[in-house]
């Protein structure tokens, strides 16, 4: 089965809350085995409008990513 990426391109406004929100979800990314490939680190814009934030996160399977997306975690 080929596997699965989220990726996340955000502007943190307020770093505090961001913090907050990546602990709430710690639970539902180790109960599907998410794998963080890129977190944050310097960027380079070639195209098109850049992000503050780029996270590339790796999931077993589509379902897997979808489930986590859903969790109630």
Same mark, same amino acid.
């Given at each position: ?8 391109? *955000?502007?943190?406004h ?8 990546? #602990?709430? +979800?710690?639970?539902?990314f %180790?109960r ?7 977190r944050?680190g310097k960027?380079? *814009? ?11 996160? #790796?999931? +077993?399977?589509?379902?897997d %990513?979808?489930?986590?997306y859903?969790?109630?975690?």
């Amino acid at each position: 089965m080929p596997k699965a990426y989220w990726i996340a391109r *955000v502007d943190v406004h307020d770093p505090e809350i961001y913090k907050s929100y990546v #602990e709430t +979800a710690k639970p539902a990314f %180790a109960r599907y085995n998410a794998k963080f490939l890129a977190r944050g680190g310097k960027t380079e *814009v070639l195209e098109g409008q850049a992000r503050a934030r780029n996270v590339i996160i #790796e999931f +077993a399977s589509l379902q897997d %990513a979808h489930d986590c997306y859903h969790s109630p975690e």
